[in-house]
């Protein structure tokens, strides 16, 4: 079973995300129903349905899921042979698909940080996401501020703190983990509210024009670096002594950019939609790209997952 973590400061957009999330699912799985199918149980559903709801009618939902006690449960399938690797305890092989479980908690890096002060009371539920192999860091581009030259203070600097404890926090239940092969921690870093990054930002990280799923490759990772130097270098000092370090390495992190496009002049920000012909109802603009990419990686990684019950 994989499972994935997503963690981010509060109003970073973590339950935009994962309705986002589930619309690419819902999007993959009619448009491309020969290659993925997905599946979730009933909690999951009725989670998402009111947050994807609020969506698709132009609006950001105003309520969270209760994700960090009660995970978000799907079961993905692939086309056998979409990933030649695709294998080992966690995937079942049947009809023609290559199917494993994969749960996503989300929780504040607020949070994270109160919980990791109380080690011996976190709930099983909560123990099992911290020892997620995936960690999708969500950062808010409309915080990308350039830096204010009359006070020293760098912008993001407590966000940065609590991400950099977070991964550190992470590695250790990863290398406590009763998992038998060694850990590794895959980053997914999804720049969030990327429509509202300020211009002088977008310049200054060398951003390119398009969207980003034309940019040419190493791009994103280019962008990303840049990004952790300018705005997150207590993090990027994490990520880097982890790499090697024995029974907790941190891979190089994946980069994914989403942005909701706005209805111009509306008041509140109602979100702009399209209407998804031939299947016929609505969809926000966003960019699928960039989550369907990110659904791809979990079909590249689940080979490494643990079965069902290991690990629990
Ligand atoms: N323009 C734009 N605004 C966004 C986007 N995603 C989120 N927002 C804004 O950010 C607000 C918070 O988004 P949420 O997804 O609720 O964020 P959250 O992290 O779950 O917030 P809390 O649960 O309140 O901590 C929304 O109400 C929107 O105003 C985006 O892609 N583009
Ligand atoms: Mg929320």
Known sequence: MGSALVVG???SGLTTFVGLLYAAQLRLGTEERDEFRFSADRETIRQLEGIYGELVAGRFPDWDA????????????????????LGGPGVHRSGGFDSFRMRFGGISVESMAELAQHDAILEVS???????????????????????PTTNSRPLEVSDRRLASTFQLLCRYLATGRRRTPQE??????VTKFDQCPPGTLARLL???????SWPSGVREAVGER?????????????????????????????????????????????????????????????????????HRLGTLAHRFPGEDEGS
């Not at 209760?66 to 692939?78: E, G, I, Q, R, Y």
């Not at 909560?126 to 204010?148: G, I, K, N």
């Not at 921690?185 to 999804?190: D, S, T």
């Not at 031939?278 to 659904?295: H, K, Q």
């Open 66 to 85: 209760d994700w960090d006690t009660h995970p978000l449960s799907f079961v993905f399938a692939f086309r056998a042979g979409t990933f030649p690797r």
């Open 185 to 190: 921690l895959y980053p997914m870093f999804v």
């Open 227 to 295: 990004l952790l130097t300018a705005y997150f270098p207590h993090t990027l000092r994490v990520l880097e002594n982890a790499k090697g370090m024995r029974g907790r390495s941190i891979a190089a992190p994946q980069w994914f950019f989403s942005g909701l496009q706005l209805v111009p002049g509306s008041a509140g920000g109602r979100i702009a939609r399209r209407s998804r012909i031939p299947v016929g109802g609505w969809e926000p603009e966003y960019p699928f790209e960039e989550y369907r990419t990110l659904i």
């Open 126 to 148: 909560t123990r099992q996401l911290f020892e997620s192999p995936v960690v999708v860091p969500l950062l808010d581009a409309s915080r990308l501020r350039p830096p204010d």
């Open 9 to 11: 400061d509060r109003g």
């Open 207 to 213: 951003v390119p024009p398009s969207p980003p799923a």
